[in-house]
């Protein structure tokens, strides 16, 4: 949106939200709360996308769902309860295809105040989320012997590397390194390799560099703070964004986004719906409030999201309403209504 | 399994030494020195393989002094991943080669080496031959390439035999098998079935499965839980990597890689520590501690003892640790203490 930057933040932006089962409306209602104290200028749209079978006997996300995201390009989930059903897709699988999510992002930044035994942690990890070895191809070759085709292309891994350099760039962070294991996969994490580099020629100003999957790990275990932007195929960027966050304390507080095709992108927290403390006011909206944030810095508008994450990490910090996940004892609503306060306090 | 080679030339053994690439060359002579010191009857037939060329007869060479001797300690071969598929891994054509379809790593936390994390203990049991490491790939149409991760029931029924075994033999109580079978269905559902299988023939053996993103997180944040770890080859390369990294470092631990006929001993991580190489600062503890599981697979426990002790005292008591320690001592000082250790405490050595 070609918009002056006053009259962009001063526009109201629609967002579609997808609050999801479990734990999901009520972390969804607190973040929509934190706005509403914050001020920020975002309008929600609320969809369900629990997956329909569409005319040609496809499964499909709702078409108004659809339609709201087209339009709004912008996407806030919450978490997706797995679908046991024979031939019942996974949603975030669905969501995926539809909207060619093809980046997921994780910035894994330590919570001052939440202690883990790893501090200063301040990485992103990129990962390719379309191919590699989630392509899902799979055959029984002879009885007892299993093939499973990991895909590697030359345009996803083009578009993958694109992307990682461009965050790097709008996010000034100073280095790109690609994760892979070309020395056995040769020809696979090659290919991967070389998009990576010819990428790395068009922005010089980013410091690009190679590393094993193995000596990544061996390493971020010791030392996380030698990592900057992490980009990588879908196994390896499934595995290191969790070990990232466990890092930083768990699923419960990281934040993901994924950058899709065509200006979408849909911000999501990615820990399970927690049935079991489902509508009892218990949830730790902390994970899908980050990734809210990580979605008004996408979108431009950061001083929103600098206010509302200080908030949330000065409410953490002080300790003194945090959710039974964090160590504490207090209800997700008085840890909403205490960011919220200070949220207001701020201006 | 894990009959040793028969002792020839009046009680001592040959075994093949591949000085590798790296720090490897002097770390392997530190221990041929240390054994000589030691007097272990052991002697070691030097096999280097130049990892810059292209042809594989070195590492053929290898292979045949290895099916000759029937054990080896080496060091790690460094692999350029910019020449064409057609060169292949070193390491990767010894493990496959003499089928040595089992690597096993032992990381436990040690007193006096700094770790975040503490009383770790965790035997990691990775199937070493196939899987990702299938090196099956192939570019259907220009641009697409597609590279084969092969599972075989006869291979992970092996490999979880393997651990089972081993965890009997070492007191394990519990197994945690890691795979990702709920997106790849079918491969690690079957390696998933496989170890099931086995388990059901263990009841004194507890056994429980884990996603291997779950398992990442999990280990850095409460590694204490594990007992042992079984999985297939690549998930075993992270585990395996996160684990050693947890105790202090690619440094400390060793690795061993075991078939039906042959065993090879190596530092477990297996790095080449190429920017570190020459300049006398390579912790020697782990490839040290290799040559320790060697000596117990000889069946030489009284030396494997008196070096494994000797080594272990001058990471945890004497603390004299290299710079990956966060020390400042050299290679030279640490084994200088390790023999020191020896002399005052083992049986007659030479004299230093």
Redesign the interface.
Known sequence: VAMAGNAWRSMIHTVTMIPGDGIGPEISSAVMKIFEAAKAPIQWEERNVTAIKGPGGKWMIPPDAKESMDQSKIGLKGPLKTPIAAGHPSMNLLLRKTFDLYANVRPCVSIEGYK???TDVNLVTIRENTEG??S?I???IV?????????????ASRRIAEYAFEYARNNQRSSVTAV????????????F?RKCREVAETYKDIKFTEMY???V??????DPTQFDVLVMPN?YG??????C???IG??GVTPSGNIGANGVAIFESVHGTAPDIAGLDMANPTALLLSAVMMLRHMGLHEYGKKIETACFDTIRDKKVLTKDLGGNSKCSEFTADICRRVVDMD | RGVPPPARYGGRHTVTLIPGDGIGPELANHVRELFWFCCVPVDFELVNVDSSLTAEDDINNAIMSIRRNGVALKGNLETNHNLPPSYKSRNNLLRTSLDLYANVMHCQSLPGVKTRHRNIDIMIIRENTEGEYSSLEHESVPGVVECLKIITRVNSLRIADFAFQTARQNGRRRITAVHKANIMKLGDGLFLECCKEVASGYPDIAFDTLIVDNATMQLVSRPQQFDMMLMPNLYGNVVSNVCAGLVGGPGLVPGANHGEHYALFEAGTRNTGRSIANRNSANPTAMLLASCLLLDHLKLPAYAHMIRRATLSTVTETRMHTADLGGQASTSDVIKSIRNAIQSTGPLTQSI
Do not use: F, W
């Open positions: 883990t035994p790893y070895e989630y899902g799979e055959h029984v009885d007892g012997v299993v093939q499973s085709i990991k895909l590697i292309t030359e345009d892979h294991k070309a020395n056995i996969m040769r020809m696979s994490d090659g290919l390799l999957l193995d000596t790990c061996l390493n971020m275990v010791q196994l499934d595995i290191l964004s969790d070990l966050a466990g890092l768990g699923l």
